[in-house]
């Protein structure tokens, strides 16, 4: 998130100009308020979505404080780009007071190591891909927690050193998180019933998922008790091409895909296809999948979070529950 963008009080009193014009403009409409003593053009708040104006008001603290601030839990985890499920309400802090602080003006402070478990991502300072991981995998519910965990592990290409600074990553910045790394920070956890969780979100966890989508879906998959499919299965179809798949239950030939829709709003996943174009080309993959003798079911984020939905959607391919009725 550029700096520059913020206009700061601070700035215009050096300058000799007189600082309570930013806040006649903020009351005209003209500027925005980020944090006090911060502002920005309305127009350019206008045009960020929730994860980038979070990140103008994380650069709006360090810009203000005369400590950098450490960041922590979901706010970290953004910058991370792990897959975090929504966008804080405060900025997440760590902070060396035992009581761990009030949460106030925006910022959320958690008792914590500030000389430990820390790394620098372009101006933040935040805790570590690790140490995010595990904190947030003992402490968010299971679903929101096991997405934030197969993220961690993802292994694709993250970009160049450009992107470190941007609150909106599609995918996970850096290298995987190890097994045994993540392993590791949880055997240190002191806590046992934080330990007993992060193990067992750890436990399920999976290198493979490529979206939160996908292990939000598994997740649910889990706690209605449903076989556990194989994911990203590999079909070549009649037509020589080769279709990947969410997940696939092979002993009912059966194919489950999470209906995300940015593959068909966001250019980049898309490619050069119009929107048009590309649910044209997930119909025809899906054709050739039934071709191949395959039930394909598919849902999307709100009949995934519903569930009976969920279940109606995973009976009707086939599945049935194993919990006891």
Known sequence: MAFQELILA?????????????????????????????????AYWAE???????????????????????????????????????????????????????SKHGIRRRFGAGDSGVAQLGAFRVTDKIRTTIELAASLNF?????IVDSSRRNQRWGDALEVDNWNKDKPWGPPSGLDELTGAVSALTNQSRKRRAGMILELSTDKSESVGESMSRAQMILLNFPVPSLQGSFTLKTGRTARTDFWWPELDLVGEFDGYGKYLRKELRGNQTIQQAVMAEKARENGLRALGLTVVRWDWSDMMNPRAFTRILNDGGLRSLRVA
Do not use: M
């Open 10 to 42: 601070s700035d215009a009193t050096r300058i000799g100009q007189d600082a309570r014009q930013l806040a006649k403009q903020a009351k005209r409409g003209e500027l925005v308020r980020v944090r006090r003593g911060t502002y920005a053009r309305s």
């Open 48 to 102: 960020l979505n929730e994860r980038q104006r979070h990140g103008l008001q994380a650069a709006a603290l360090v810009n203000t404080t005369r400590t950098p601030p450490i960041f922590n839990f979901q706010t970290a985890a953004l910058l991370w780009g792990l897959g975090v499920v929504g966008v804080p309400k405060h900025l997440c802090t760590v902070t060396s007071d035992p009581s761990g602080g009030r």
């Open 143 to 147: 679903a929101e927690a096991l997405a």
